[in-house]
């Protein structure tokens, strides 16, 4: 019973593509989130949803959008790969703001 | 948003306590303060969070100053296994447009 789950786990890709990363989390969390954490271990997030609010990294190109089918899912859409994408990709999910569960990671590869 | 600091790497032996501090001089009033442990190829998982003073649980101790501007993991007795990278998070509980700032890291190695 995996608390928070992505696919796929790898993603390799050519630069200019569109791909999805998918996110779901079964604990019942209002408050989910996607994280970038690139090759020096850096963790910057990305977006936070809430409620139907989005809150925005300003930081994060707008080739990136997150999408909510319903509380329980997050997935993260991106076009137009870029070399500089390639990083591993968390999604988290939380109750208020409290304690962050984190998925196992996307390691995502733009080549 | 808080800014903050961690040292980059430490080292320790087995059995002894590990303290881990963190930087946040411009911590605000409704954050809290939060330690993640990462291992290689796995996501950040939950230690501790408290907001002030000292919290406890069976893994770690959080040690938070009056002034709140910086905080300290505590690690008793560390083993092989708590050799990982560790993240302090800043930010609040309310649903804030603010965003929550991680550390930048600290890759503790433990030693036999």
């Known amino acids: 019973d995996t608390a928070v789950s992505q696919t796929p786990k790898y993603l390799v890709t050519q630069m200019g593509n569109d791909k999805s990363i998918k996110c779901e989390q079964n604990?019942?969390?209002?408050?989910m989130y996607w994280y970038k954490q690139d090759s020096k271990k850096f963790l910057k997030i990305m977006f936070s949803?809430?409620?139907?609010?989005?809150?925005i990294n300003e930081t994060v190109p707008n080739r990136f959008s997150p999408k909510s089918p319903d509380k329980a899912h997050l997935n993260l859409h991106i076009n137009s790969l870029e070399l500089g994408d390639s990083a591993v990709y968390f999604c988290?999910?939380?109750?208020?703001?409290?304690?962050?569960?984190f998925g196992p990671g996307t390691r995502l590869t733009v080549t | 948003l808080a800014k903050t600091t961690q040292p980059i790497s430490m080292d320790s032996y087995e059995g002894q306590e590990v303290n881990i501090t963190c930087s946040h001089n411009n911590i605000a009033t409704n954050d809290y303060i939060t330690w993640y442990q990462q291992f290689p190829s796995q996501g950040p998982r939950f230690i501790i969070q408290g907001y002030k003073t000292k919290v406890k649980n069976e893994v770690a101790s959080l040690f938070i100053p009056a002034d709140r501007k910086s905080s300290t993991l505590s690690l008793p007795r560390v083993s092989l296994s708590d050799t990982a990278v560790y993240y302090c998070?800043?930010?609040?509980?309310?649903?804030?447009?603010?965003?929550?700032?991680f550390g930048s890291g600290t890759q503790l190695t433990v030693l036999p």
């Open positions: 949803y809430n409620n139907k609010e989005l809150i």
């Open positions: 998070l800043v930010g609040p509980h309310s649903k804030s447009a603010r965003q929550l700032t």
């Open positions: 988290a999910s939380s109750q208020d703001r409290r304690e962050q569960y």
């Open positions: 604990l019942g969390h209002d408050t």
